[in-house]
């Protein structure tokens, strides 16, 4: 029974989805799934979850119900199982009556492997009856960590999911999460009651992913030398805290030649819809976006994420540089950030209407971000750390490939500490930085601060240095910025020992932002494929025109067709037969059928 469950799903891996062995855990979650076992799964984004939940709905009898968030993404999801030859759809409130009556009328026929639902559907007597009279395979629940109110995306309604173990006590089920760190994990085991549950924790390390944290000194114009020099020609995700500045940084983009477009929850719902489309569709776009957008998006090519402003937590962070390089191709995670950062999360988290102990939970999540920002050592240690997973330097993120200088800044935080003492706590970062240089400013002179006994004692550094040792002395928590006092820089009870000389400071040297690497001058250039000969790179431009073409017919997203990883291996194996394209990673029974001759003849065509 156990190997008979185990080589049929692999045959299923290999002839539906046309990968020829499955990555990590996916065999042993699989197999346990298969055969009733519910399961709670953390696997990084691209690592391959919803294969975890999709065989063992094949494998067994009856229809897997796939509870997901993502009501804007469920009909390319069902359009991308179609492809492969799964009988999908959806239940949503983005439907007519007329096709809420057709999908349900599968459900109850058995005509359907998968159901995708949203969680408030979910609960409505409507479906829960639908379900009770209907064969159920399992119960998959993506975006599991929405169920905690100390993860990143707390959704309410994933609370009363409970009720699934309630009143289908037999169906197995498995709850899937990329990000969640201990705490997280324990409350989603208990609030869906999975404490039972068999857990499979997956390496959190997406090592073809580059990280790079750079000092913001004017960051629309750093991401657009960041897109020119690195990722011109290719798919990516810039991140915005406000919807201003997404409208802002798209706007500035497209007028730069990037392709960029914008997307947050205060649009039109039909221009939203449409970017998110485009994006989806297209190749070498570029969206501009808010938090609102990204969770779920399996565009496999998304070569960089950028964050103009610091994100919450790492959970947070984690999960949207995760948008990146799901195809296991290089990708960047690109984040420029500054003191202005770490006031403004500071604020958000004193101005919520959140009780104390979420508070302290927000602030020590943030702390942690801070953390991974000021580190001297290697980032991805530090954020694999925070999960839980010890591992060794990456040599593949900024700190690693350019070690920042380490230098004992006690001196300076003391002359830092003092003068915020001795402008009595009362003025913000810009005044106390005019205090330590010597400022001749009408705002010293106003106050009398030239004449205290730390005006003047910081001249020899820069402003922007002064502004780097401050925020680090913000992160380390030494400083606070009371918003209530017109963002006032006042001494915590950690500045006292080092005050005293009783404790030393270790800080980051300030660098100054490096220039762009070249002038492109207008339009992004074309993208150029590494690893590619010329005419391996002619193929591939050849079948990515041949896939926009193709799933603009078929009205689906392109990578729906085939990820740019299976046509690079295309472009280079120059398949002359269905049997030489079938051993092609990513194609399945199905697209051999459907696309096989055509993509044979276009490469005899070629070659």
Same mark, same amino acid.
């Given at each position: 029974?156990?190997?008979?469950?185990?080589?049929?799903?692999?045959?299923?891996?290999?002839?539906?989805?046309?990968?020829?062995?499955?990555?990590?855990?996916?065999?042993?979650?699989?197999?346990?799934?298969?055969?009733?076992?519910?399961?709670?799964?953390?696997?990084?984004?691209?690592?391959?979850?919803?294969?975890?939940?999709?065989?063992?709905?094949?494998?067994?009898?009856?229809?897997?119900?796939?509870?997901?968030?993502?009501?804007?993404?469920?009909?390319?999801?069902?359009?991308?199982?179609?492809?492969?030859?799964?009988?999908?759809?959806?239940?949503?409130?983005?439907?007519?009556?007329?096709?809420?009556?057709?999908?349900?009328?599968?459900?109850?026929?058995?005509?359907?492997?998968?159901?995708?639902?949203?969680?408030?559907?979910?609960?409505?007597?409507?479906?829960?009856?639908?379900?009770?009279?209907?064969?159920?395979?399992?119960?998959?629940?993506?975006?599991?960590?929405?169920?905690?109110?100390?993860?990143?995306?707390?959704?309410?309604?994933?609370?009363?999911?409970?009720?699934?173990?309630?009143?289908?006590?037999?169906?197995?089920?498995?709850?899937?999460?990329?990000?969640?760190?201990?705490?997280?994990?324990?409350?989603?085991?208990?609030?869906?009651?999975?404490?039972?549950?068999?857990?499979?924790?997956?390496?959190?390390?997406?090592?073809?992913?580059?990280?790079?944290?750079?000092?913001?000194?004017?960051?629309?114009?750093?991401?657009?030398?960041?897109?020119?020099?690195?990722?011109?020609?290719?798919?990516?995700?810039?991140?915005?805290?406000?919807? !201003?500045?997404? $409208?802002?940084?798209?706007?500035?983009?497209?007028?730069? &030649?990037? %392709?960029? =477009? *914008?997307?947050? #929850?205060? @649009?039109?719902?039909?221009?939203?819809?449409?970017?998110?489309?485009?994006?989806?569709?297209?190749?070498?776009?570029?969206?501009?976006?808010?938090?609102?957008?990204?969770?779920?998006?399996?565009?496999?090519?998304?070569?960089?994420?950028?964050?103009?402003?610091?994100? !919450?937590?790492? $959970?947070?962070?984690?999960?949207?540089?995760?948008?990146? &390089?799901? %195809?296991? =191709? *290089?990708?960047? #995670?690109? @984040?420029?950030?500054?003191?202005?950062?770490?006031?403004?999360?500071?604020?958000?988290?004193?101005?919520?209407?959140?009780?104390?102990?979420?508070?302290?939970?927000?602030?020590?999540?943030?702390?942690?971000?801070?953390?991974?920002?000021?580190?001297?050592?290697?980032?991805?240690?530090?954020?694999?750390?925070?999960?839980?997973?010890?591992?060794?330097?990456?040599?593949?993120?900024?700190?690693?490939?350019?070690?920042?200088?380490?230098?004992?800044?006690?001196?300076?935080?003391?002359?830092?500490?003092?003068?915020?003492?001795?402008?009595?706590?009362?003025?913000?970062?810009?005044?106390?930085?005019?205090?330590?240089?010597?400022?001749?400013?009408?705002?010293?002179?106003?106050?009398?601060?030239?004449?205290?006994?730390?005006?003047?004692?910081?001249?020899?550094?820069?402003?922007?240095?002064?502004?780097?040792?401050?925020?680090?002395?913000?992160?380390?928590?030494?400083?606070?910025?009371?918003?209530?006092?017109?963002?006032?820089?006042?001494?915590?009870?950690?500045?006292?020992?080092?005050?005293?000389?009783?404790?030393?400071?270790?800080?980051?040297?300030?660098?100054?932002?490096?220039?762009?690497?070249?002038?492109?001058?207008?339009?992004?250039?074309?993208?150029?494929?590494?690893?590619?000969?010329?005419?391996?790179?002619?193929?591939?431009?050849?079948?990515?025109?041949?896939?926009?073409?193709?799933?603009?017919?078929?009205?689906?997203?392109?990578?729906?067709?085939?990820?740019?990883?299976?046509?690079?291996?295309?472009?280079?194996?120059?398949?002359?037969?269905?049997?030489?394209?079938?051993?092609?990673?990513?194609?399945?029974?199905?697209?051999?059928?459907?696309?096989?001759?055509?993509?044979?003849?276009?490469?005899?065509?070629?070659?």
């Amino acid at each position: 029974m156990s190997d008979r469950i185990d080589n049929e799903a692999l045959s299923i891996l290999q002839s539906v989805f046309g990968y020829p062995a499955f990555r990590g855990h996916q065999a042993d979650i699989i197999g346990h799934v298969a055969r009733g076992g519910d399961a709670l799964v953390l696997m990084p984004t691209g690592g391959g979850k919803s294969l975890c939940y999709q065989i063992p709905a094949l494998l067994r009898d009856g229809v897997g119900v796939v509870v997901s968030p993502l009501i804007a993404l469920m009909q390319d999801q069902v359009d991308a199982l179609a492809e492969l030859g799964v009988r999908a759809a959806f239940l949503n409130s983005t439907q007519d009556f007329d096709a809420t009556l057709r999908t349900e009328r599968a459900v109850r026929n058995g005509d359907l492997d998968l159901l995708y639902v949203a969680p408030e559907r979910l609960m409505t007597p409507r479906c829960l009856e639908l379900l009770e009279s209907t064969k159920l395979a399992l119960f998959a629940i993506d975006e599991a960590h929405c169920v905690s109110q100390w993860g990143h995306d707390f959704r309410p309604e994933y609370i009363r999911l409970s009720i699934l173990h309630e009143r289908f006590p037999h169906v197995p089920r498995i709850a899937l999460t990329a990000t969640a760190d201990p705490q997280t994990r324990a409350e989603i085991a208990h609030r869906l009651q999975l404490d039972d549950a068999r857990q499979f924790v997956s390496s959190f390390d997406r090592p073809n992913i580059r990280y790079q944290i750079v000092e913001k000194t004017n960051a629309r114009k750093q991401v657009l030398d960041f897109i020119r020099d690195e990722h011109a020609g290719e798919a990516g995700v810039v991140y915005c805290l406000s919807r !201003k500045k997404v $409208e802002e940084t798209a706007e500035f983009l497209k007028a730069n &030649g990037i %392709d960029a =477009l *914008p997307y947050h #929850a205060g @649009m039109d719902i039909a221009d939203r819809t449409a970017n998110q489309a485009r994006f989806l569709r297209e190749d070498a776009i570029v969206m501009v976006a808010t938090i609102a957008f990204g969770m779920g998006i399996d565009k496999p090519d998304v070569r960089f994420v950028a964050h103009l402003d610091l994100p !919450k937590s790492i $959970e947070g962070y984690y999960q949207e540089t995760g948008r990146g &390089g799901r %195809d296991g =191709l *290089p990708a960047d #995670a690109w @984040m420029a950030y500054g003191l202005q950062d770490v006031v403004q999360q500071r604020r958000m988290i004193e101005e919520s209407e959140a009780d104390e102990t979420f508070k302290r939970v927000q602030n020590a999540k943030l702390d942690a971000m801070l953390g991974l920002c000021e580190t001297l050592s290697c980032r991805r240690v530090r954020l694999l750390d925070y999960f839980g997973q010890a591992s060794g330097p990456c040599g593949n993120c900024d700190v690693c490939l350019n070690p920042p200088v380490a230098f004992d800044a006690t001196v300076q935080v003391q002359k830092l500490l003092s003068a915020i003492y001795r402008v009595d706590q009362r003025f913000g970062a810009a005044h106390v930085i005019d205090v330590l240089r010597g400022a001749d400013s009408d705002k010293v002179k106003q106050w009398r601060h030239d004449q205290l006994t730390t005006f003047g004692i910081g001249a020899d550094t820069s402003e922007a240095e002064w502004r780097a040792i401050l925020r680090q002395a913000i992160a380390l928590g030494f400083v606070v910025v009371d918003h209530d006092a017109y963002n006032a820089l006042k001494l915590t009870e950690e500045a006292r020992p080092v005050l005293r000389g009783q404790q030393t400071v270790q800080l980051r040297e300030y660098q100054k932002p490096a220039k762009a690497k070249g002038k492109r001058g207008g339009r992004a250039a074309p993208r150029v494929e590494a690893g590619l000969t010329d005419e391996e790179q002619m193929i591939f431009e050849r079948l990515r025109n041949w896939r926009f073409e193709t799933a603009r017919k078929h009205n689906v997203p392109a990578y729906v067709i085939f990820h740019d990883a299976t046509m690079r291996e295309i472009a280079k194996t120059k398949p002359s037969s269905l049997d030489d394209l079938r051993h092609v990673s990513g194609v399945g029974e199905k697209k051999l059928e459907t696309y096989g001759d055509e993509i044979v003849s276009l490469i005899a065509e070629l070659v």
